[in-house]
């Protein structure tokens, strides 16, 4: 039984008892059941324990950004450096999610792990696309998430390449 159950059967009980001394506990009951809705309320689809996007600390290890002569396609690979920073997430299933943008600002394509990974205390991570050979600059923008690729757990990696470009 949850421990707010356990006080209202205890107040109840309390008012039941006391109602040969004519106490009424309306009042306190109808105040402590306003307080527990007030928190259930403002606490709803918030989790004590939430993520905060900081769980995870990514930094750049290299990038490309390439023509593939063969597809006519270019090619975008970004690999990351990963450090957590919350040793309870450490084993655990999750995602990272590279989102890659013209110049201008138009989202050219998503890519993540289809699975996602196991994610270890320090590690690498590489994203690697596909888009249409219209681009010659870009920006890629790589969060790590969670599972469902719902919660960013990690800072933004942003990359701008030009074609041709490689960061090493």
């Given at each position: 039984?949850?421990?707010?159950?356990?006080?209202?059967?205890?107040?109840?009980?309390?008012?039941?008892?006391?109602?040969?001394?004519?106490?009424?506990?309306?009042?306190?009951?109808?105040?402590f059941?306003?307080?527990?809705?007030?928190?259930?309320?403002?606490?709803s689809?918030?989790?004590?324990?939430?993520?905060?996007?900081?769980?995870?600390?990514?930094?750049?290890?290299?990038?490309?950004?390439?023509?593939?002569?063969?597809?006519?396609?270019?090619?975008?690979?970004?690999?990351?450096?990963?450090?957590?920073?919350?040793?309870?997430?450490?084993?655990?299933?999750?995602?990272?999610?590279?989102?890659?943008?013209?110049?201008?600002?138009?989202?050219?394509?998503?890519?993540?792990?289809?699975?996602g990974?196991?994610i270890?205390?320090?590690?690498?991570?590489?994203?690697?696309?596909?888009?249409?050979?219209?681009?010659?600059?870009?920006?890629?923008?790589?969060?790590?998430?969670?599972?469902?690729?719902?919660?960013?757990?990690?800072?933004?990696?942003?990359?701008?390449?030009?074609l041709?470009q490689?960061?090493?």
């Amino acid at each position: 039984m949850s421990l707010i159950m356990i006080l209202i059967r205890d107040l109840l009980q309390i008012q039941e008892r006391d109602m040969g001394n004519k106490t009424d506990l309306t009042g306190p009951i109808a105040l402590f059941l306003l307080i527990i809705g007030g928190l259930i309320f403002f606490t709803s689809g918030r989790s004590i324990f939430a993520y905060h996007g900081e769980e995870v600390i990514i930094t750049l290890n290299s990038a490309y950004f390439t023509a593939l002569t063969e597809s006519g396609n270019h090619q975008v690979k970004v690999i990351t450096n990963y450090t957590i920073s919350n040793s309870s997430i450490a084993g655990q299933k999750m995602n990272a999610v590279m989102k890659v943008y013209s110049v201008n600002g138009t989202l050219l394509k998503t890519t993540s792990f289809p699975t996602g990974f196991i994610i270890n205390k320090t590690g690498t991570a590489q994203l690697l696309t596909n888009i249409p050979d219209s681009a010659q600059n870009i920006v890629s923008v790589t969060t790590f998430t969670n599972l469902g690729k719902t919660l960013s757990l990690s800072n933004p990696l942003n990359v701008t390449l030009n074609l041709g470009q490689s960061i090493k």
